[in-house]
């Protein structure tokens, strides 16, 4: 079945300093890929997706990338504040109503000031 | 609070037992899902719902039943609780069936 693997599973980085979490996922026939963070004790929450019809989509200080003939796609985030600490979930779905979203196994990010 | 809520909050129950889990929403949103979250597995899908009464499994739905009998409404019942259950559960929803999920804020399980 489909399957989204995520690495690193954690990363820290000091304040300021740009952060990358990388997802590859099996399914070529996926062309809908959300991002969803999920701080402590919290639910997730979706924070910026992108469709295959497109190579990079920004947000502020975040941005995702998608090589979907590698099956890759990226998030970045910039200029890192320690409320960005949290566990990333990269997550991939056809973009269809019946279809489910996969999600990869999530990246604990901490952001040391 | 972003028109869906799960209950209990948190249980404690013995194995063998059986267990069922509410996921309330105000949004009338046609898809709703059950995922557990375990570490280093992510969110995994259990089952969900395309409609009243519409349902199929996800990827883990070994000893779990869901049902739909009004649009609000998904219950999430484990027949006989297991040691292996003991996880974070979340319901979520979403009018599109794949864009824009809205989680609640889970239920922590714990079978003893």
């Known amino acids: 079945g489909e399957n989204v693997e995520q690495h690193p599973s954690t990363l820290s980085v000091q304040e300021g300093d740009s952060a990358v979490i990388k997802c590859t996922y099996s399914?070529?026939?996926?062309?809908?890929f959300p991002w969803y963070k999920q701080e402590l004790g919290k639910r997730p929450q979706l924070i910026i997706d992108?469709?295959?019809?497109?190579g990079e989509k920004k947000d502020q200080r975040i941005a995702v990338t998608l090589n979907k003939t590698a099956k890759h796609f990226s998030l970045h985030i910039t200029e890192t504040q320690p409320e960005d600490s949290a566990v990333y979930f990269c997550?991939?779905?056809?973009?269809?109503?019946?279809?489910?979203?996969?999600f990869g196994p999530g990246t604990s990010l901490s952001v040391i000031p | 609070d972003a028109g869906i809520t799960q209950s209990p909050r948190h249980k404690v129950t013995e194995t063998g037992t059986p267990v069922t889990l509410r996921c309330h929403q105000t949004e009338n949103h046609r898809y709703m899902y059950w995922y557990r979250q375990d570490p280093g597995h992510g969110l995994r899908l259990i089952h969900y719902?395309?409609?009243?009464?519409?349902?199929d499994k996800g990827e883990v739905s070994d000893g779990y039943s869901v049902s739909r009998s009004k649009t609000e409404d998904f219950l999430l019942t484990l027949e006989s609780a297991t040691s292996s259950q003991t996880s974070v559960y979340f319901c979520?929803?979403?009018?599109?069936?794949?864009?824009?999920?809205?989680f609640g804020s889970g239920t922590r399980l714990t079978v003893v």
């Open positions: 997550a991939a779905s056809r973009e269809t109503s019946y279809d489910k979203v996969i």
């Open positions: 399914d070529s026939a996926s062309n809908y």
């Open positions: 992108i469709r295959s019809n497109v």
């Open positions: 979520a929803i979403s009018d599109r069936g794949y864009y824009g999920y809205t």
């Open positions: 719902s395309y409609g009243v009464k519409d349902t």
